[in-house]
């Protein structure tokens, strides 16, 4: 859907399993906590908090 198509025409396409999981934490409204912050921050509007940090 529309984050894929945003994402690939920015030349930022993250791998399947990790969109999904981005765009389950988009339509709950949630926080996104995990160490892979490089590739779920390209989601515009999606909240990530690294939990090493």
Known sequence: GGLRAELEAAGQTIGHNDLFIAAHACALGTTLVT???????????????NWLA
Not at 35 to 48: D, M, Q, S
């Open 35 to 49: 160490a892979n912050t490089g590739e779920f921050n390209r989601i515009r509007g999606l909240k990530v908090e």
